[in-house]
Nanobody, 126 residues
Framework: QVQLVESGGGLVQAGGSLRLSCAAS????????MGWFRQAPGKEREFVAS???????YYVDSVKGRFTISRDNAKNTAYLQMNSLKPEDTAVYYC????????????????????WGQGTQVTVSS
């Protein structure tokens, strides 16, 4: 069982930056594949970025070059550095963990993650 707690959300102006953190409980964090998802009002939850247990990363096209996902296994924490934020990045951001490999269509990836945090609000003003 893994418990995830996100932090670091807030209100920022367009062009600004935020760093989200996802603190995980348990002793096997290093073996989990981690992901960040977001859900804007009235929209479905969407994949944002992922980092595998061997630190391979993958991003949705809309955040490539602006967001960076990373992990610190010694601290049981995953991060999402968000730069050049846009109003369309406004959403609740969720951290997720998967024990197994995350494969197949990206649209199905949310089903691959067993553990989820409670979410943190990110609001980008124009």
């Amino acid at each position: 069982q893994v418990q995830l707690v996100e932090s670091g959300g807030g209100l920022v102006q367009a062009g600004g930056s935020l760093r989200l953190s996802c603190a995980a409980s348990g002793r096997t964090f290093s073996s989990y594949n981690m992901g960040w998802f977001r859900q804007a009002p009235g929209k479905e939850r969407e994949f944002v970025a992922s980092i595998s247990w061997i630190s391979s990363t993958y991003y949705v096209d809309s955040v490539k070059g602006r967001f960076t996902i990373s992990r610190d296994n010694a601290k049981n924490t995953a991060y999402l550095q968000m730069n050049s934020l846009k109003p369309e990045d406004t959403a609740v951001y969720y951290c997720a963990a998967a024990r197994g490999p995350v494969r197949g269509p990206v649209s199905d990836w949310s089903d691959k993650y067993e553990y989820w945090g409670q979410g943190t609000q990110v609001t980008v003003s124009s």
